[in-house]
T-cell receptor, first 114, second 113 residues
Framework: EPEVTQTPSHQVTQMGQEVILRCVPI?????FYWYRQILGQKVEFLVS????????KSEIFDDQFSVERPDGSNFTLKIRSTKLEDSAMYFC????????????FGSGTRLTVV | KQEVTQIPAALSVPEGENLVLNCSFT??????LQWFRQDPGKGLTSLLL?????REQTSGRLNASLDKSSGRSTLYIAASQPGDSATYLC????????????FGSGTRLLVRP
């Protein structure tokens, strides 16, 4: 069964450093997403991406965040200057154009900012 | 603003029991609803997707129902097994131009051998 692949599975970074979280969505999917889950809290939407541009973003997705699909297969989330409160599990998701099968999520990247 | 609530927050049952997890949402204008399973520290595994025009979906021992007018969905697990122990999340997608899923806080299920 096709999977969404995320790397790394766990990243520890110092406050103020830049991090890039990587995702390989399912190959024939057209819509891409990043969500995050702070420990003990709900999964919350960050950004959606379609046709090489952001479709929608949440209030969380401020100027410190950016997304990119650099080569037609990878989908990245960059945090320019990490804060302690960015520590969370970050999930990438994708879906096809029909939305008949729902969203497929990756296994997540646990980001720890120290 | 769409709010999604899941009750109960936690549930502990003996193996073999049939159980029902509840999900409610405040705005009935949804496009679809999806149930996920999350194991501790892991990703989200899709279990069932119900489109707004459907009343239920079944996969193996799982059955999900949707009542849009009352803003409710239930996930029924038959003959529960210890391997079913996980957190179950429901998420709704709105009918407007929003591309996002809105998640509930989940029900943490423990099935005791």
């Amino acid at each position: 069964e096709p999977e969404v692949t995320q790397t790394p599975s766990h990243q520890v970074t110092q406050m103020g450093q830049e991090v890039i979280l990587r995702c390989v969505p399912i190959s024939n999917h057209l819509y891409f997403y990043w969500y995050r889950q702070i420990l003990g809290q709900k999964v919350e939407f960050l950004v959606s991406f379609y046709n090489n541009e952001i479709s929608e973003k949440s209030e969380i997705f401020d100027d410190q965040f950016s997304v990119e699909r650099p080569d037609g297969s990878n989908f990245t989330l960059k945090i320019r200057s990490t804060k302690l409160e960015d520590s969370a599990m970050y999930f990438c998701a994708s879906r096809d154009w029909t939305d008949n099968y729902g969203y497929t999520f990756g296994s997540g990247t646990r980001l720890t900012v120290v | 603003k769409q709010e999604v609530t899941q009750i109960p927050a936690a549930l502990s049952v003996p193996e073999g029991e049939n159980l029902v997890l509840n999900c409610s949402f405040t705005d009935s204008a949804i496009y679809n609803l999806q149930w996920f399973r999350q194991d501790p520290g892991k990703g989200l595994t899709s279990l069932l997707l119900i489109q707004s025009s459907q009343r239920e979906q079944t996969s193996g021992r799982l059955n999900a129902s949707l009542d849009k007018s009352s803003g409710r969905s239930t996930l029924y697990i038959a003959a529960s097994q210890p391997g079913d122990s996980a957190t179950y999340l429901c998420a709704v997608k709105r009918v407007d131009s929003s591309y996002k899923l809105i998640f509930g806080s989940g029900t943490r299920l423990l099935v005791r051998p």
